[in-house]
């Protein structure tokens, strides 16, 4: 991990009035960028492989400019051209995915948020002794396949985006969807209930609104994932009786679509966001920006959350022109516009070293 002093003395070289942001060409940089723009940055694109003509398409969400590496490496290696550039890495859920989280800790690129996060969230163990010391209520865990006598979800570790999962009603289910040749899995309870994937905003230099830590939190939207089969499945009939034609219910996710919660769930929404924060500030320094509960809201109104993502996530594209969760904070504000102007605020302040690693 590059140490955050480091850090410290890379942002100090940097001119406050030409800062860049930058993100790889995937995943939320639309919003990013265009949230970067409106607050008066410029942008640079980076891409590997990703194709770029779209941008055309969107000027008012299109990089400044692009520069392209032959692989993940050039990040680490051509970090002085980016440093030159005064860039500032806003990390989305594919860029770290894509470039694994050693390459990700070596960068010695200043990067919103905290970088110690990662220890945390990149395995479902210590996510588990995280939230749960926080006091989330998560799926039950079952230790053994033969222990299965209701629906469970297998996960094999690293399984991303909903792929690498299969469900089980019991042992015999286990034993015919299991591929031996992945190296490990979880077991977990499937909850019945409906998903809310719950985006929220720590900053720890804004003491106002909902006072969480050195600063507050924000809830700025909401959504759930379209995921291919499992949301169509249905129209075709039982479950069971389509296995017998070789389709099995999968969990890939496609899309994205814009929920609200009933509102009287609010008060508890808040209270796991800030728990979830604190615990963050005692275990590794604080958890900073954009971060998402996945959770489920059983009939019995209890809410379990099956995972943490610690940064900006695919489900706040739909609200690239605010929701009805941040139209309450400031009309109009997505995601990537909320990073951009933290990071303004914190450079005003001059309290960048605050929210960078
Ligand atoms: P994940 O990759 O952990 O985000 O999970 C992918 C999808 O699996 C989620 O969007 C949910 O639809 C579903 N899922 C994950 N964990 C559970 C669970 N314990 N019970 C029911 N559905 C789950």
Request: some cysteine; proline content about 4%; overall charge negative.
């Amino acid at each position: 991990m590059v140490p955050k002093n480091k850090i410290l003395d890379i942002i100090k070289d940097y001119d406050p009035k030409d800062i860049t942001i930058a993100t790889l060409c995937s995943h939320t940089s639309l919003q990013i960028f265009n949230g970067a723009k409106k607050e008066g940055f410029k942008t640079l694109g980076l891409a590997v492989n990703q194709k770029t003509k779209f941008y055309d398409a969107f000027p008012l969400a299109k990089p400044d400019e692009i520069i392209r590496f032959d692989s993940y490496d050039d990040f680490v290696t051509r970090a002085e051209e980016l440093r030159d550039r005064n860039v500032i890495i806003v990390p989305h859920g594919s860029f770290v995915e894509y470039m694994g989280t050693e390459r990700f800790e070596a960068m010695e690129v200043p990067t919103f948020g905290n970088r110690a996060v990662l220890k945390w969230e990149e395995d479902r163990e210590t996510q588990r002794t995280w939230l749960e010391s926080a006091g989330i209520q998560m799926p039950r865990r079952i230790a053994d396949a033969k222990d299965i006598t209701e629906p469970v979800l297998v996960k094999y570790n690293g399984a991303k985006g909903g792929r690498g999962f299969f469900i089980a009603k019991d042992y015999l289910e286990f034993k015919m969807g299991i591929d031996l040749s992945q190296e490990s899995y979880t077991i977990q309870e499937y909850v019945l209930g409906t998903r809310y994937y719950l985006h929220y905003f720590y900053s720890p230099i804004h003491p106002r609104g909902y006072r969480v830590g050195t600063g507050s939190i924000e809830l700025l939207s909401m959504d759930r994932r379209d995921e291919s089969n499992i949301d169509e499945l249905y129209k075709l009939g039982a479950t069971e009786e389509l296995k017998k034609h070789g389709m099995f219910p999968s969990l890939v996710v496609t899309g994205n679509i814009p929920v609200v919660i009933r509102e009287s769930l609010l008060s508890k929404v808040f209270e796991m966001g800030e728990s979830v924060i604190e615990r963050s500030i005692e275990l590794f320094g604080g958890l900073i920006g954009p971060f998402c509960l996945e959770s489920i809201v059983t009939d019995k109104l209890d809410f379990k959350v099956f995972e943490i993502s610690c940064r900006i996530v695919a489900g706040t594209n739909p609200f690239i022109t605010g929701s009805p969760y941040s139209d309450l904070i400031e009309p109009g504000m997505s995601t990537g516009q909320r990073i951009a102007r933290e990071i303004k605020d914190a450079v005003a302040m001059g309290r960048l070293g605050e929210v960078v690693s």
